[in-house]
């Protein structure tokens, strides 16, 4: 194994732990504050997003030319609203209402769902595979909200609709900026996505007051919230940064841990429990992007959760 690939796989296996374990940590702040999802949101993206453009200035790109032309300018308040703010309010408010493994498995049915759209626009039938995968990730997703009996649905309709809602809001976060993202670079759009996102947020949370919230945390809590902002933005910079060494399909793979890790961590930390129609529920979520990563017989798109 050469150092490259060394190196790739160290930050891929490192930026997934890091995203699964924002998720329970998400939870554990918000069983130890008062704080709501959407000033948790607020704070998340305006200072996720000015750590990533500062980054990127500190590296001496210019960060402002995505405002040059007003179809990169209308593209990027879109993605920031609807694809930004929009998925992450609904994986949060998942984490809310339920818990962090299942935000993260609604997330990973990002994938499938693009893989049906994609079907749709082209007109074109999807793959053995990606059929294959289709069934897997909606038998997964049965599991979860049902663990296993129709008549002892363990889920919440308010969970089940945010549920949805981020797997959704994750599709269309990946699908909406291709060309933006082709034009101006990843980074740059998710940092200003994030920063406007935050924007948004704040101007029409007419609620939110800095001198409030930092009433609402302790050192403890705070040291958290800190905490959760860092390691979920480094898992970001992470992945882009495995691209340089890895293969997308040897990432999507490799990412498939995430909720493996949000599992582990809830249960042994915050004391969470599953069904074993639910953990099955959550295998086959995982084998479902696992199989859209599968090669095909025709060179056909695949897309990751990182993607989103």
Known sequence: MNNGRRIGLMMIITGATLWGLSGPMIQWLFQHT???????????????????????????????????HPKHFIQLIIFS????????????????????????????????LITIYVAFEQKKFPASMQILAIITALTGTYFIITNGS????????????FGLLTAIG???????????????????????????GGIALLICNRSFGWNQISQTFTLQTFSMLILIITSGTLSFLLYI????????????????????????VSIAWLNESFGAYQLLGGVCIVLSVIFLTMPQKEREPTFSTEQI
Not at 84 to 112: C, D, K, R, W
Not at 150 to 156: H, Q
Not at 251 to 264: D, F, K, R
């Open 241 to 264: 940064g495995s691209l340089k060494y890895l293969a997308a399909t040897e990432t999507s793979i490799l990412s498939s841990i995430e909720p493996l890790v949000a599992a582990i």
């Open 34 to 68: 008062n704080v709501s999802s959407i000033d948790f949101l607020t704070i998340r993206l305006l200072l996720a997003g000015i750590f990533i453009l500062a980054f990127l200035l500190i590296k001496k790109q210019n960060i402002f030319h995505i405002w040059k």
């Open 150 to 161: 129709i008549e002892n649905i363990v889920l919440s309709k308010a969970a089940i609709t």
């Open 170 to 196: 994750f599709t269309f976060y990946t699908l909406h900026p291709v060309s933006l993202i082709k034009e101006c670079g990843t980074t740059i759009v998710i940092g200003w996505g994030m920063l406007i």
């Open 81 to 112: 609203i609807l694809g930004m703010l929009g998925a992450q309010y609904a994986f949060i408010e998942t984490v809310h209402i339920s818990n962090a493994v299942t935000a993260t498995l609604f997330q990973f049915l990002g994938p499938v």
